[in-house]
Protein backbone atom coordinates (compact mmCIF):
# COMPACT_ATOMS: atom_id res chain seq x y z
CA UNK A 1 0.00 0.00 0.00
CA UNK A 2 0.92 3.30 -0.92
CA UNK A 3 1.53 5.74 2.20
CA UNK A 4 -0.80 8.29 0.76
CA UNK A 5 -3.56 6.65 1.05
CA UNK A 6 -2.93 5.64 4.82
CA UNK A 7 -2.95 9.54 5.56
CA UNK A 8 -1.00 11.46 8.22
CA UNK A 9 -2.78 10.34 10.83
CA UNK A 10 -3.26 6.98 9.70
CA UNK A 11 0.21 7.01 9.40
CA UNK A 12 1.15 8.07 13.64
CA UNK A 13 -1.57 5.06 14.53
CA UNK A 14 0.44 2.78 12.24
CA UNK A 15 3.61 4.16 14.17
CA UNK A 16 1.91 3.86 17.52
CA UNK A 17 1.00 0.19 17.06
CA UNK A 18 4.05 -0.50 15.99
CA UNK A 19 6.27 1.26 18.32
CA UNK A 20 4.01 1.80 21.66
CA UNK A 21 3.83 -0.42 24.04
CA UNK A 22 3.74 0.27 27.87
CA UNK A 23 5.10 3.52 28.73
CA UNK A 24 7.09 4.08 32.50
CA UNK A 25 5.28 5.22 35.40
CA UNK A 26 4.89 9.40 34.96
CA UNK A 27 5.76 9.15 31.01
CA UNK A 28 3.21 10.71 28.50
CA UNK A 29 4.40 9.62 25.69
CA UNK A 30 2.97 9.76 21.41
CA UNK A 31 0.01 11.94 21.15
CA UNK A 32 0.03 15.42 22.50
CA UNK A 33 2.34 18.73 21.83
CA UNK A 34 5.35 17.16 23.56
CA UNK A 35 6.28 14.29 25.17
CA UNK A 36 6.34 14.49 29.20
CA UNK A 37 9.19 12.59 31.28
CA UNK A 38 9.14 12.79 34.82
CA UNK A 39 12.29 14.56 36.97
CA UNK A 40 13.30 13.20 40.33
CA UNK A 41 12.53 16.82 41.94
CA UNK A 42 8.94 17.94 41.19
CA UNK A 43 9.61 18.89 37.92
CA UNK A 44 8.67 17.25 34.33
CA UNK A 45 10.57 17.54 31.18
CA UNK A 46 9.02 18.22 27.92
CA UNK A 47 10.71 17.42 24.45
CA UNK A 48 8.99 17.75 21.33
CA UNK A 49 10.46 17.85 17.63
CA UNK A 50 9.66 18.73 13.93
CA UNK A 51 10.90 18.25 10.80
CA UNK A 52 10.84 20.42 7.88
CA UNK A 53 12.06 19.63 4.63
CA UNK A 54 12.39 22.17 1.59
CA UNK A 55 8.93 21.58 -1.16
CA UNK A 56 7.22 20.18 1.56
CA UNK A 57 7.57 23.32 4.24
CA UNK A 58 9.22 26.64 2.44
CA UNK A 59 10.32 27.40 -0.96
CA UNK A 60 13.98 28.52 -0.53
CA UNK A 61 13.44 31.41 -2.89
CA UNK A 62 10.20 32.46 -0.93
CA UNK A 63 10.80 32.79 2.38
CA UNK A 64 13.97 34.79 3.32
CA UNK A 65 16.61 32.56 5.26
CA UNK A 66 16.31 34.57 8.27
CA UNK A 67 13.14 34.10 8.83
CA UNK A 68 12.89 30.42 8.14
CA UNK A 69 15.26 30.32 11.01
CA UNK A 70 12.64 32.46 13.17
CA UNK A 71 10.30 29.58 12.06
CA UNK A 72 11.82 26.67 12.21
CA UNK A 73 13.02 27.58 16.21
CA UNK A 74 9.33 29.02 16.75
CA UNK A 75 7.40 26.40 15.81
CA UNK A 76 8.82 23.63 18.25
CA UNK A 77 8.78 26.15 21.07
CA UNK A 78 5.11 26.73 20.67
CA UNK A 79 4.69 22.73 21.30
CA UNK A 80 6.47 24.04 24.67
CA UNK A 81 4.01 26.96 25.11
CA UNK A 82 0.97 24.19 24.33
CA UNK A 83 2.10 22.11 27.20
CA UNK A 84 2.29 25.00 29.67
CA UNK A 85 6.22 24.65 29.78
CA UNK A 86 9.26 26.68 30.19
CA UNK A 87 11.70 26.54 27.48
CA UNK A 88 15.25 24.85 28.27
CA UNK A 89 16.33 24.15 24.72
CA UNK A 90 17.14 23.48 21.89
CA UNK A 91 18.64 20.66 19.23
CA UNK A 92 19.23 21.40 15.54
CA UNK A 93 19.71 18.99 12.29
CA UNK A 94 20.83 20.58 9.30
CA UNK A 95 20.93 18.88 6.00
CA UNK A 96 22.86 21.45 3.28
CA UNK A 97 22.94 20.88 -0.32
CA UNK A 98 27.02 21.08 -0.68
CA UNK A 99 26.73 23.90 -3.13
CA UNK A 100 24.86 26.37 -0.62
CA UNK A 101 25.96 29.43 0.10
CA UNK A 102 27.07 30.16 3.63
CA UNK A 103 25.66 33.23 3.32
CA UNK A 104 22.05 31.71 3.17
CA UNK A 105 23.01 29.46 6.45
CA UNK A 106 24.33 32.94 8.03
CA UNK A 107 20.87 34.57 7.59
CA UNK A 108 19.19 31.33 8.78
CA UNK A 109 21.09 30.41 12.10
CA UNK A 110 20.51 34.46 12.91
CA UNK A 111 17.01 34.21 12.54
CA UNK A 112 16.98 31.09 14.81
CA UNK A 113 19.10 33.02 17.37
CA UNK A 114 16.25 35.38 17.47
CA UNK A 115 13.85 33.12 18.39
CA UNK A 116 15.89 31.10 20.86
CA UNK A 117 16.89 34.49 22.44
CA UNK A 118 12.90 35.35 21.95
CA UNK A 119 12.15 32.09 24.10
CA UNK A 120 15.06 32.08 26.56
CA UNK A 121 16.51 28.48 25.40
CA UNK A 122 19.90 28.60 23.99
CA UNK A 123 21.02 25.65 20.83
CA UNK A 124 22.09 22.71 23.28
CA UNK A 125 23.57 20.82 20.19
CA UNK A 126 22.76 19.31 16.79
CA UNK A 127 23.74 17.44 13.88
CA UNK A 128 25.25 19.13 10.14
CA UNK A 129 25.67 16.59 7.21
CA UNK A 130 25.57 17.00 3.18
CA UNK A 131 22.17 16.68 1.58
CA UNK A 132 21.96 15.55 -1.69
CA UNK A 133 18.29 16.82 -2.58
CA UNK A 134 16.82 20.00 -0.61
CA UNK A 135 17.62 21.83 2.52
CA UNK A 136 16.64 19.51 5.51
CA UNK A 137 15.78 21.11 8.94
CA UNK A 138 14.96 19.35 12.15
CA UNK A 139 14.53 20.37 15.60
CA UNK A 140 13.77 19.00 18.88
CA UNK A 141 13.19 21.24 21.76
CA UNK A 142 12.98 20.91 25.69
CA UNK A 143 11.34 22.55 28.57
CA UNK A 144 10.39 22.08 31.80
CA UNK A 145 7.30 22.52 34.07
CA UNK A 146 6.11 21.73 37.53
CA UNK A 147 4.85 18.21 37.93
CA UNK A 148 1.46 17.76 37.14
CA UNK A 149 1.37 21.19 35.82
CA UNK A 150 1.77 20.55 32.14
CA UNK A 151 -1.67 20.85 30.28
CA UNK A 152 -2.72 17.56 27.77
CA UNK A 153 -5.43 17.32 25.04
CA UNK A 154 -7.52 15.31 27.11
CA UNK A 155 -7.98 17.24 29.59
CA UNK A 156 -10.96 18.90 28.38
CA UNK A 157 -14.09 18.03 30.30
CA UNK A 158 -18.59 18.90 28.90
CA UNK A 159 -18.84 22.93 29.69
CA UNK A 160 -15.65 24.20 29.38
CA UNK A 161 -15.26 27.34 27.11
CA UNK A 162 -13.04 27.11 24.08
CA UNK A 163 -10.74 29.33 23.78
CA UNK A 164 -8.23 31.00 22.02
CA UNK A 165 -5.14 33.26 22.45
CA UNK A 166 -5.24 35.96 19.54
CA UNK A 167 -6.50 36.23 15.85
CA UNK A 168 -7.10 33.18 13.66
CA UNK A 169 -6.53 33.20 9.91
CA UNK A 170 -3.61 35.41 9.55
CA UNK A 171 -1.25 33.22 8.94
CA UNK A 172 -3.28 31.26 5.82
CA UNK A 173 -4.12 34.64 4.57
CA UNK A 174 -0.52 35.74 4.66
CA UNK A 175 0.14 32.50 2.47
CA UNK A 176 -2.78 33.19 0.00
CA UNK A 177 -1.15 36.42 -0.23
CA UNK A 178 2.35 34.94 -1.61
CA UNK A 179 0.55 32.09 -3.65
CA UNK A 180 -1.57 34.44 -5.50
CA UNK A 181 1.05 38.06 -5.85
CA UNK A 182 -1.51 39.89 -3.97
CA UNK A 183 1.41 41.54 -1.89
CA UNK A 184 2.30 45.46 -1.86
CA UNK A 185 -0.83 46.78 0.76
CA UNK A 186 0.92 47.14 4.42
CA UNK A 187 -2.21 44.66 5.36
CA UNK A 188 -1.06 41.85 2.95
CA UNK A 189 2.54 42.53 4.22
CA UNK A 190 1.51 41.99 7.78
CA UNK A 191 -0.24 38.99 7.06
CA UNK A 192 2.90 37.73 4.99
CA UNK A 193 4.71 38.77 8.45
CA UNK A 194 2.61 36.74 10.68
CA UNK A 195 2.96 33.85 7.68
CA UNK A 196 6.67 33.86 7.96
CA UNK A 197 7.41 34.41 11.98
CA UNK A 198 4.63 33.30 14.10
CA UNK A 199 4.98 34.01 17.30
CA UNK A 200 5.23 31.10 19.92
CA UNK A 201 3.14 32.33 23.23
CA UNK A 202 5.59 31.25 25.95
CA UNK A 203 4.07 33.51 28.62
CA UNK A 204 0.65 32.65 27.40
CA UNK A 205 1.13 29.18 27.81
CA UNK A 206 2.86 29.32 31.43
CA UNK A 207 0.19 31.36 32.52
CA UNK A 208 -2.44 29.17 31.94
CA UNK A 209 -1.07 26.33 32.94
CA UNK A 210 -0.97 28.49 36.35
CA UNK A 211 -4.61 29.11 36.15
CA UNK A 212 -6.18 26.18 37.82
CA UNK A 213 -9.53 26.05 35.51
CA UNK A 214 -7.72 25.89 32.66
CA UNK A 215 -8.16 22.17 31.34
CA UNK A 216 -6.92 21.36 27.97
CA UNK A 217 -4.40 22.72 25.68
CA UNK A 218 -2.63 22.70 22.36
CA UNK A 219 -1.20 25.10 20.08
CA UNK A 220 -2.95 25.50 16.72
CA UNK A 221 -0.77 24.52 13.73
CA UNK A 222 -3.36 22.91 11.47
CA UNK A 223 -6.13 25.15 12.18
CA UNK A 224 -8.87 25.01 14.65
CA UNK A 225 -10.53 22.19 12.58
CA UNK A 226 -8.28 19.83 12.61
CA UNK A 227 -6.70 20.84 16.24
CA UNK A 228 -9.93 21.05 18.30
CA UNK A 229 -10.99 17.43 16.62
CA UNK A 230 -7.52 15.95 18.93
CA UNK A 231 -8.78 17.54 22.12
CA UNK A 232 -11.94 16.35 21.65
CA UNK A 233 -10.87 12.56 20.38
CA UNK A 234 -8.57 12.62 23.45
CA UNK A 235 -11.09 14.08 26.18
CA UNK A 236 -14.39 11.59 24.21
CA UNK A 237 -15.92 14.96 24.23
CA UNK A 238 -18.14 16.88 21.42
CA UNK A 239 -18.17 20.84 20.88
CA UNK A 240 -20.07 23.52 19.76
CA UNK A 241 -18.25 26.25 17.53
CA UNK A 242 -19.64 29.67 17.24
CA UNK A 243 -18.11 30.81 13.83
CA UNK A 244 -19.37 34.85 14.61
CA UNK A 245 -17.07 34.10 17.67
CA UNK A 246 -13.97 33.80 15.77
CA UNK A 247 -11.14 36.17 16.45
CA UNK A 248 -10.39 38.20 12.95
CA UNK A 249 -7.90 40.57 12.14
CA UNK A 250 -9.00 44.13 10.82
CA UNK A 251 -6.27 43.67 8.36
CA UNK A 252 -7.21 39.95 7.82
CA UNK A 253 -10.89 40.87 7.09
CA UNK A 254 -9.80 43.52 4.75
CA UNK A 255 -7.80 41.66 2.42
CA UNK A 256 -10.20 38.92 2.14
CA UNK A 257 -12.85 41.55 1.46
CA UNK A 258 -10.91 42.79 -1.57
CA UNK A 259 -9.74 39.43 -2.73
CA UNK A 260 -13.03 37.43 -2.47
CA UNK A 261 -11.48 34.98 -0.31
CA UNK A 262 -13.67 33.49 2.72
CA UNK A 263 -11.99 34.68 6.35
CA UNK A 264 -14.10 31.65 8.10
CA UNK A 265 -12.65 29.14 6.33
CA UNK A 266 -9.39 30.31 6.22
CA UNK A 267 -9.80 31.37 10.24
CA UNK A 268 -10.75 27.43 10.63
CA UNK A 269 -8.49 25.28 7.94
CA UNK A 270 -5.28 27.51 7.05
CA UNK A 271 -3.21 26.28 10.07
CA UNK A 272 0.08 27.95 11.03
CA UNK A 273 -1.14 30.79 13.58
CA UNK A 274 0.66 29.28 16.22
CA UNK A 275 -1.99 30.78 18.74
CA UNK A 276 -2.89 28.56 21.93
CA UNK A 277 -6.14 26.55 21.69
CA UNK A 278 -7.24 25.83 25.12
CA UNK A 279 -10.95 24.65 27.15
CA UNK A 280 -11.86 26.18 30.31
CA UNK A 281 -14.30 25.74 33.22
CA UNK A 282 -16.60 28.89 32.60
CA UNK A 283 -15.78 31.85 35.41
CA UNK A 284 -12.04 31.23 34.84
CA UNK A 285 -10.17 34.34 34.28
CA UNK A 286 -6.91 33.67 33.06
CA UNK A 287 -4.38 36.36 33.40
CA UNK A 288 -4.21 36.37 29.21
CA UNK A 289 -5.75 38.16 26.36
CA UNK A 290 -7.97 35.59 25.14
CA UNK A 291 -11.33 34.50 23.13
CA UNK A 292 -13.87 32.26 23.03
CA UNK A 293 -15.32 30.48 20.97
CA UNK A 294 -17.75 27.48 21.65
CA UNK A 295 -18.37 25.32 24.39
CA UNK A 296 -17.52 21.45 24.90
CA UNK A 297 -20.23 19.20 25.02
CA UNK A 298 -21.03 15.84 25.91
CA UNK A 299 -22.48 15.13 22.34
CA UNK A 300 -19.78 13.58 20.68
CA UNK A 301 -20.17 15.82 17.54
CA UNK A 302 -18.84 18.59 16.21
CA UNK A 303 -21.08 21.47 15.23
CA UNK A 304 -20.01 24.60 13.50
CA UNK A 305 -22.82 26.80 14.70
CA UNK A 306 -23.53 29.67 12.17
CA UNK A 307 -22.15 27.87 8.94
CA UNK A 308 -23.94 25.42 6.62
CA UNK A 309 -20.11 24.30 6.26
CA UNK A 310 -17.99 21.36 7.45
CA UNK A 311 -14.24 22.37 7.64
CA UNK A 312 -11.45 20.06 7.64
CA UNK A 313 -7.86 21.24 8.70
CA UNK A 314 -4.59 20.91 6.69
CA UNK A 315 -3.46 17.17 6.08
CA UNK A 316 0.06 16.53 5.55
CA UNK A 317 -0.30 13.59 3.57
CA UNK B 1 31.69 30.70 -0.26
CA UNK B 2 30.49 27.54 -0.91
CA UNK B 3 29.28 25.15 2.51
CA UNK B 4 32.45 22.66 0.77
CA UNK B 5 35.00 25.31 1.80
CA UNK B 6 33.94 25.32 5.45
CA UNK B 7 34.42 21.73 5.88
CA UNK B 8 31.80 20.10 8.84
CA UNK B 9 33.77 21.04 11.87
CA UNK B 10 34.52 24.68 10.28
CA UNK B 11 30.32 24.63 10.01
CA UNK B 12 30.04 23.80 13.55
CA UNK B 13 32.35 26.48 14.50
CA UNK B 14 30.43 28.60 12.35
CA UNK B 15 27.05 27.21 14.38
CA UNK B 16 28.74 27.79 17.54
CA UNK B 17 30.18 31.17 17.41
CA UNK B 18 25.86 32.40 15.58
CA UNK B 19 24.45 30.49 18.44
CA UNK B 20 26.68 29.81 21.51
CA UNK B 21 26.61 31.79 24.23
CA UNK B 22 26.88 31.85 27.91
CA UNK B 23 25.62 28.12 29.08
CA UNK B 24 23.30 28.08 32.34
CA UNK B 25 24.62 26.34 35.03
CA UNK B 26 25.56 23.49 35.08
CA UNK B 27 24.69 22.88 31.34
CA UNK B 28 26.30 21.30 28.72
CA UNK B 29 26.12 22.05 25.42
CA UNK B 30 27.50 22.24 22.29
CA UNK B 31 30.43 19.61 21.53
CA UNK B 32 30.44 16.34 23.17
CA UNK B 33 28.26 13.21 22.13
CA UNK B 34 25.32 14.33 24.27
CA UNK B 35 24.61 17.18 25.84
CA UNK B 36 23.66 17.79 29.76
CA UNK B 37 21.30 19.15 31.32
CA UNK B 38 20.66 19.51 35.22
CA UNK B 39 17.98 18.28 37.01
CA UNK B 40 16.41 18.87 40.34
CA UNK B 41 17.11 15.68 42.28
CA UNK B 42 20.82 14.89 41.67
CA UNK B 43 20.31 13.42 38.01
CA UNK B 44 20.96 14.82 34.66
CA UNK B 45 19.28 14.56 30.88
CA UNK B 46 21.21 13.43 28.32
CA UNK B 47 20.45 14.34 24.73
CA UNK B 48 21.53 13.64 21.48
CA UNK B 49 20.77 13.93 17.80
CA UNK B 50 21.34 12.86 14.33
CA UNK B 51 19.86 13.69 10.73
CA UNK B 52 20.16 10.31 8.42
CA UNK B 53 19.46 11.60 4.85
CA UNK B 54 18.64 8.73 1.88
CA UNK B 55 21.69 9.16 -0.74
CA UNK B 56 24.22 10.57 1.81
CA UNK B 57 23.61 7.83 4.94
CA UNK B 58 21.98 5.02 2.82
CA UNK B 59 21.00 3.89 -0.30
CA UNK B 60 17.27 2.65 -0.49
CA UNK B 61 18.02 -0.20 -2.63
CA UNK B 62 21.48 -1.36 -0.75
CA UNK B 63 20.36 -1.26 3.11
CA UNK B 64 16.81 -3.51 4.19
CA UNK B 65 14.60 -1.45 5.73
CA UNK B 66 14.64 -3.28 8.64
CA UNK B 67 18.52 -2.71 9.34
CA UNK B 68 18.15 1.02 8.72
CA UNK B 69 15.46 0.97 10.91
CA UNK B 70 17.70 -0.49 13.79
CA UNK B 71 20.86 1.28 12.75
CA UNK B 72 19.28 5.26 12.85
CA UNK B 73 18.25 4.44 16.56
CA UNK B 74 22.06 2.39 17.20
CA UNK B 75 23.85 5.46 16.25
CA UNK B 76 21.68 7.57 18.25
CA UNK B 77 21.36 5.63 21.71
CA UNK B 78 25.41 4.80 21.11
CA UNK B 79 25.95 8.59 22.24
CA UNK B 80 24.00 7.80 25.34
CA UNK B 81 26.21 5.02 26.20
CA UNK B 82 28.80 7.39 25.17
CA UNK B 83 28.28 9.22 28.25
CA UNK B 84 27.76 6.31 30.31
CA UNK B 85 23.92 6.76 30.46
CA UNK B 86 20.96 4.98 30.63
CA UNK B 87 18.42 5.69 27.61
CA UNK B 88 14.95 6.38 28.90
CA UNK B 89 13.17 7.25 25.31
CA UNK B 90 13.57 8.60 21.53
CA UNK B 91 11.77 10.70 19.12
CA UNK B 92 11.36 9.83 15.46
CA UNK B 93 11.08 12.00 12.52
CA UNK B 94 10.66 10.55 9.50
CA UNK B 95 10.02 13.08 5.95
CA UNK B 96 8.81 10.04 3.38
CA UNK B 97 8.52 10.30 -0.37
CA UNK B 98 4.42 9.89 -0.96
CA UNK B 99 4.58 6.87 -3.11
CA UNK B 100 6.77 5.10 -0.78
CA UNK B 101 5.54 1.70 0.07
CA UNK B 102 3.53 1.06 3.71
CA UNK B 103 5.54 -2.45 3.49
CA UNK B 104 8.77 -0.28 3.91
CA UNK B 105 7.78 1.52 6.59
CA UNK B 106 6.38 -1.11 8.57
CA UNK B 107 9.95 -2.81 8.07
CA UNK B 108 12.05 0.16 9.22
CA UNK B 109 9.78 0.66 12.30
CA UNK B 110 10.33 -3.26 13.30
CA UNK B 111 14.14 -2.63 12.97
CA UNK B 112 14.04 0.73 15.06
CA UNK B 113 11.96 -1.08 17.70
CA UNK B 114 14.31 -3.90 17.77
CA UNK B 115 16.91 -1.62 18.78
CA UNK B 116 14.95 0.25 20.96
CA UNK B 117 14.25 -2.32 23.24
CA UNK B 118 17.26 -3.52 23.02
CA UNK B 119 18.19 -0.78 24.40
CA UNK B 120 15.11 -0.32 26.81
CA UNK B 121 14.18 3.09 25.79
CA UNK B 122 10.24 3.07 24.25
CA UNK B 123 9.77 5.92 21.12
CA UNK B 124 7.84 8.98 23.39
CA UNK B 125 7.08 11.25 19.81
CA UNK B 126 8.28 12.41 16.81
CA UNK B 127 6.90 14.33 13.40
CA UNK B 128 5.96 12.19 10.14
CA UNK B 129 5.94 14.37 6.86
CA UNK B 130 5.85 14.05 3.18
CA UNK B 131 9.30 14.36 1.33
CA UNK B 132 9.53 15.85 -2.25
CA UNK B 133 12.80 14.06 -2.53
CA UNK B 134 14.12 11.51 -0.40
CA UNK B 135 13.97 9.66 2.74
CA UNK B 136 15.03 11.85 5.23
CA UNK B 137 14.93 10.62 9.13
CA UNK B 138 15.98 12.20 12.24
CA UNK B 139 16.13 10.74 15.62
CA UNK B 140 16.64 12.45 19.18
CA UNK B 141 17.40 10.35 22.26
CA UNK B 142 16.90 10.98 25.78
CA UNK B 143 19.43 9.52 28.84
CA UNK B 144 20.19 10.23 32.16
CA UNK B 145 22.74 9.61 34.72
CA UNK B 146 23.64 10.34 38.13
CA UNK B 147 25.08 14.00 38.59
CA UNK B 148 28.91 14.68 37.89
CA UNK B 149 28.99 11.03 36.28
CA UNK B 150 28.71 11.55 32.72
CA UNK B 151 32.24 11.05 30.76
CA UNK B 152 33.19 13.97 28.47
CA UNK B 153 35.57 14.41 25.75
CA UNK B 154 37.60 16.86 27.74
CA UNK B 155 38.08 14.70 30.72
CA UNK B 156 41.69 12.90 29.33
CA UNK B 157 44.33 13.77 31.31
CA UNK B 158 48.54 13.15 30.26
CA UNK B 159 49.63 9.13 31.40
CA UNK B 160 45.62 7.80 30.59
CA UNK B 161 46.05 4.93 28.79
CA UNK B 162 43.90 4.87 25.60
CA UNK B 163 41.48 2.32 25.02
CA UNK B 164 38.60 1.01 23.24
CA UNK B 165 35.83 -1.89 24.03
CA UNK B 166 36.09 -3.49 21.05
CA UNK B 167 37.47 -4.43 17.41
CA UNK B 168 37.82 -1.63 14.92
CA UNK B 169 36.91 -1.73 11.32
CA UNK B 170 34.79 -4.09 10.78
CA UNK B 171 31.94 -1.75 9.72
CA UNK B 172 34.16 0.23 7.49
CA UNK B 173 35.69 -3.55 5.92
CA UNK B 174 31.84 -4.34 5.77
CA UNK B 175 31.00 -1.32 3.72
CA UNK B 176 34.07 -2.29 1.19
CA UNK B 177 32.73 -5.64 0.97
CA UNK B 178 29.45 -4.18 0.04
CA UNK B 179 30.46 -1.44 -2.72
CA UNK B 180 33.46 -3.71 -4.25
CA UNK B 181 30.56 -6.41 -4.76
CA UNK B 182 32.82 -8.99 -2.68
CA UNK B 183 30.28 -10.47 -0.58
CA UNK B 184 29.53 -14.48 -0.47
CA UNK B 185 31.45 -15.57 2.31
CA UNK B 186 30.87 -16.39 5.59
CA UNK B 187 33.58 -13.31 7.17
CA UNK B 188 32.60 -11.15 4.27
CA UNK B 189 28.74 -11.38 5.60
CA UNK B 190 29.65 -10.95 9.37
CA UNK B 191 31.40 -7.72 8.29
CA UNK B 192 28.75 -6.61 6.62
CA UNK B 193 26.34 -7.12 9.69
CA UNK B 194 29.08 -5.39 11.66
CA UNK B 195 28.31 -2.52 9.05
CA UNK B 196 24.31 -2.34 9.02
CA UNK B 197 23.29 -3.54 12.71
CA UNK B 198 26.28 -1.71 14.73
CA UNK B 199 25.59 -2.69 18.70
CA UNK B 200 25.25 0.78 20.64
CA UNK B 201 27.50 -0.23 24.01
CA UNK B 202 24.98 1.03 26.43
CA UNK B 203 26.17 -1.58 29.47
CA UNK B 204 29.64 -0.91 28.86
CA UNK B 205 29.13 3.06 28.73
CA UNK B 206 27.37 2.25 31.86
CA UNK B 207 29.89 0.63 33.71
CA UNK B 208 32.98 2.78 32.55
CA UNK B 209 30.52 6.03 33.99
CA UNK B 210 30.88 3.83 37.47
CA UNK B 211 34.20 3.12 37.22
CA UNK B 212 36.38 6.32 38.86
CA UNK B 213 39.90 6.08 37.19
CA UNK B 214 37.63 6.25 33.74
CA UNK B 215 38.11 9.64 32.27
CA UNK B 216 37.39 10.80 29.02
CA UNK B 217 34.74 8.64 26.83
CA UNK B 218 33.44 8.86 22.99
CA UNK B 219 31.98 7.09 20.73
CA UNK B 220 33.90 5.94 17.32
CA UNK B 221 31.26 7.29 14.42
CA UNK B 222 33.98 8.81 12.32
CA UNK B 223 36.83 6.60 13.01
CA UNK B 224 39.81 6.76 15.83
CA UNK B 225 41.95 8.45 13.64
CA UNK B 226 39.25 11.15 13.53
CA UNK B 227 37.40 10.56 17.04
CA UNK B 228 40.47 10.87 19.21
CA UNK B 229 41.20 14.07 18.02
CA UNK B 230 38.05 15.34 19.55
CA UNK B 231 39.38 13.73 22.82
CA UNK B 232 42.84 15.50 22.29
CA UNK B 233 41.70 19.04 21.50
CA UNK B 234 38.82 19.16 23.96
CA UNK B 235 41.40 17.52 26.91
CA UNK B 236 44.42 19.99 25.80
CA UNK B 237 46.46 17.38 25.07
CA UNK B 238 48.33 14.68 22.84
CA UNK B 239 48.51 11.10 21.84
CA UNK B 240 50.75 8.45 21.48
CA UNK B 241 48.82 5.33 19.43
CA UNK B 242 50.81 1.80 18.96
CA UNK B 243 48.86 0.45 15.68
CA UNK B 244 50.19 -2.94 16.15
CA UNK B 245 47.81 -2.59 19.38
CA UNK B 246 44.37 -2.06 17.21
CA UNK B 247 41.98 -5.16 17.81
CA UNK B 248 41.33 -6.36 14.53
CA UNK B 249 39.11 -9.84 14.22
CA UNK B 250 40.09 -12.32 12.59
CA UNK B 251 37.10 -12.12 9.73
CA UNK B 252 38.49 -8.33 9.16
CA UNK B 253 42.30 -9.61 8.94
CA UNK B 254 40.99 -12.50 6.14
CA UNK B 255 39.05 -10.55 3.82
CA UNK B 256 41.28 -7.48 3.78
CA UNK B 257 44.29 -9.95 3.24
CA UNK B 258 42.39 -11.50 0.13
CA UNK B 259 41.13 -8.36 -1.24
CA UNK B 260 44.01 -6.52 -0.86
CA UNK B 261 43.26 -3.91 1.39
CA UNK B 262 45.13 -2.40 4.17
CA UNK B 263 43.50 -3.23 7.44
CA UNK B 264 45.45 -1.00 9.67
CA UNK B 265 43.71 2.22 7.53
CA UNK B 266 40.09 0.87 7.70
CA UNK B 267 40.74 0.47 11.58
CA UNK B 268 41.58 4.00 12.11
CA UNK B 269 39.75 5.72 9.51
CA UNK B 270 36.81 4.01 8.54
CA UNK B 271 34.32 4.84 10.82
CA UNK B 272 31.12 3.56 12.00
CA UNK B 273 32.19 0.53 14.49
CA UNK B 274 29.96 2.69 17.70
CA UNK B 275 32.52 0.74 20.17
CA UNK B 276 33.18 3.17 23.11
CA UNK B 277 36.59 4.97 22.95
CA UNK B 278 38.12 5.97 26.51
CA UNK B 279 40.74 7.08 28.79
CA UNK B 280 41.48 5.96 32.25
CA UNK B 281 44.15 6.04 34.75
CA UNK B 282 46.86 3.22 34.64
CA UNK B 283 45.71 0.53 36.84
CA UNK B 284 42.11 1.15 36.44
CA UNK B 285 40.17 -2.23 35.90
CA UNK B 286 37.31 -1.66 34.45
CA UNK B 287 34.16 -4.47 34.29
CA UNK B 288 34.44 -4.68 30.57
CA UNK B 289 35.99 -5.87 27.58
CA UNK B 290 38.74 -3.38 26.74
CA UNK B 291 42.16 -2.97 24.60
CA UNK B 292 44.61 -0.36 25.02
CA UNK B 293 45.83 1.37 22.38
CA UNK B 294 48.01 3.96 23.07
CA UNK B 295 48.77 6.41 25.97
CA UNK B 296 47.85 10.70 26.22
CA UNK B 297 51.20 12.18 26.70
CA UNK B 298 51.31 16.33 27.64
CA UNK B 299 52.95 16.75 24.57
CA UNK B 300 50.16 18.32 21.86
CA UNK B 301 50.58 16.02 18.96
CA UNK B 302 49.56 12.47 17.81
CA UNK B 303 52.03 10.05 17.12
CA UNK B 304 50.84 6.39 15.41
CA UNK B 305 53.88 4.53 16.62
CA UNK B 306 54.49 1.60 14.37
CA UNK B 307 53.52 3.50 10.78
CA UNK B 308 54.87 6.14 8.76
CA UNK B 309 51.69 7.17 7.65
CA UNK B 310 49.08 9.94 9.30
CA UNK B 311 45.72 8.85 8.92
CA UNK B 312 42.77 11.05 8.54
CA UNK B 313 39.14 10.09 9.67
CA UNK B 314 35.79 10.21 7.92
CA UNK B 315 34.78 13.79 6.92
CA UNK B 316 30.69 14.77 6.30
CA UNK B 317 31.67 17.57 3.88
Sequence with gaps: MDLKELGEFGLIERIKEALGGPMPDGVLGIGDDCAVLPQAGGMETLVSTDMLLEGTHFLRGDIPARLLGWKSAAVNFSDIAAMGGRPVGSFLSLGLP??????????????????????????????TTTSQDGIAINVTVVGQCQSGRSRQRS????????????????????????????????????????????????????????????????????????????????????????????????????????????????????????????????????????????????????VWEGSSQDFIGFRHF
Aim: with cysteine.
Design 98 to 127: AGLDSDWMDAFLAGYKECSQYCGAPLLGGD
Design 155 to 302: FAVPGDLICVTGPLGDSAAGLQVILQGARGSEAAEALVQRHYRPVPRICEGQALAATPGVHAMMDISDGVASDLRHILKASDVGAVVRTEKLPLSAGMRQVCARQGWDATTLALTGGEDYELLFTMAPGTEPPVEYYAIGTVTEEKNL
